[in-house]
């Protein structure tokens, strides 16, 4: 690891010849040479390999977790209604939120998917989606 933290740090200060001459290469002219024509492919090759254990953890982290609710009513008219989630609480949604094209619509007691998101006048759905 402290070869990895020094040789991060030196790229990042000098660029690669310094980082060859810090690392105390024989030869840095050379295999300043070398990095630099497979100096990408190293680079990428040595995050992904410091990164892939721990993608699908950030991943999930990233990724907003979904809730399911039933739509309380919806006025299609007006382009509006309430999701009540599985907890009991009511949720905001608008049109706009619905997945699909063209009028987008719910029906009244409609098992819903969605993302819960803050909206200015409270919980709001987003990225609406029927199950």
Do not use: Y
């Amino acid at each position: 690891m402290v070869f990895i933290t020094k040789l991060l740090a030196a790229l990042a200060l000098g660029g690669i010849a310094t980082a060859i001459s810090l690392l105390g290469s024989d030869t840095p002219a050379f295999d300043a040479t070398l990095l630099n024509t497979f100096g990408g492919f190293f680079l990428v090759s040595l995050v992904s390999f410091l990164v892939s254990p721990w993608l699908p953890v950030m991943m999930e982290k990233m990724t907003p977790q979904r809730e399911t609710g039933k739509v309380k009513w919806f006025n299609a008219n007006k382009g509006f209604g309430f999701i009540t989630r599985d907890n009991g609480d009511d949720v905001f949604v608008h049109f706009r939120s619905i997945r699909g094209k063209g009028r987008r619509s719910l029906q009244e007691g409609q098992q819903v998917e969605f993302v819960l998101t803050q909206g200015e006048k409270g919980a709001q759905a987003e990225d609406v989606r029927a199950v």
